[in-house]
């Protein structure tokens, strides 16, 4: 898929297409990975290609099916809660589907954020008094980074993969 990323403009264009450039930035980072590989454990946290996705569709649903649309963690379609369980794939599930989790959760962000100006607020317990800029802007913060985890993982996997093909 192009990223045709939103340069000039109004803030709020510029927001969302930065965010969606961050969600393809994660997701581009599993492209092309082996099931094995996407589980592949390389650092001691719970951090592998395939539960960046995961904890990426969880953080979707935790900031704006849970905190911005009010829903309660039964109403959401996946995990919600903020905890390490967002780190948690089963063996069952494909990287195919676990990115496609991601795209619908997305998708849902999108929706939801829409009903919102960028200066509305909401009150958390956590942090407090938040607007949909800043949560936006959060979540742009958040897939850079993780994407930047994805992109230093497929480094030592591709890594591990060249020595492997070497090998034989």
Same mark, same amino acid.
């Given at each position: 898929?192009?990223?045709?990323?939103?340069?000039?403009g109004?803030? /709020?264009? &510029?927001?969302?297409?930065? %965010?969606?450039?961050?969600?393809?930035?994660? $997701?581009?980072?599993?492209?092309?990975?082996?099931? &094995?590989?996407?589980?592949?454990?390389?650092?001691?946290?719970?951090? !592998?290609?395939i539960? %960046? &996705?995961?904890?990426?569709?969880a953080?979707?649903? &935790?900031?704006?099916? /849970?905190?911005?649309?009010?829903? =309660?963690?039964?109403?959401?379609?996946?995990?919600? /809660?903020?905890?390490?369980?967002?780190?948690?794939?089963?063996?069952?599930? !494909?990287?195919v589907?676990?990115?496609a989790?991601?795209?619908?959760? =997305?998708?849902? =962000?999108?929706?939801?954020?829409? /009903?919102?100006?960028?200066?509305?607020? $909401?009150?958390?317990?956590?942090?407090?008094?938040?607007?949909?800029?800043?949560? %936006?802007?959060?979540?742009?913060?958040?897939?850079?980074?993780?994407?930047?985890?994805?992109?230093?993982?497929r480094?030592?996997?591709?890594?591990?993969?060249?020595?492997?093909?070497?090998?034989?």
């Amino acid at each position: 898929m192009q990223d045709n990323m939103i340069t000039l403009g109004a803030d /709020r264009s &510029i927001i969302d297409s930065m %965010l969606d450039h961050n969600r393809r930035a994660l $997701i581009d980072t599993v492209q092309g990975v082996s099931e &094995i590989d996407a589980r592949r454990q390389l650092v001691p946290s719970l951090t !592998t290609p395939i539960t %960046l &996705i995961k904890h990426a569709a969880a953080a979707e649903r &935790i900031w704006f099916q /849970r905190h911005w649309a009010g829903l =309660s963690e039964s109403e959401c379609d996946g995990y919600s /809660r903020r905890d390490e369980g967002t780190f948690t794939v089963s063996d069952h599930e !494909t990287l195919v589907e676990v990115i496609a989790e991601f795209e619908r959760a =997305s998708s849902k =962000s999108r929706r939801i954020a829409l /009903r919102f100006g960028l200066d509305e607020t $909401i009150d958390l317990p956590v942090e407090g008094t938040v607007s949909m800029r800043w949560t %936006l802007l959060l979540m742009i913060q958040e897939f850079a980074r993780h994407a930047g985890h994805g992109d230093i993982l497929r480094e030592q996997i591709d890594a591990a993969n060249s020595v492997d093909t070497a090998l034989l």
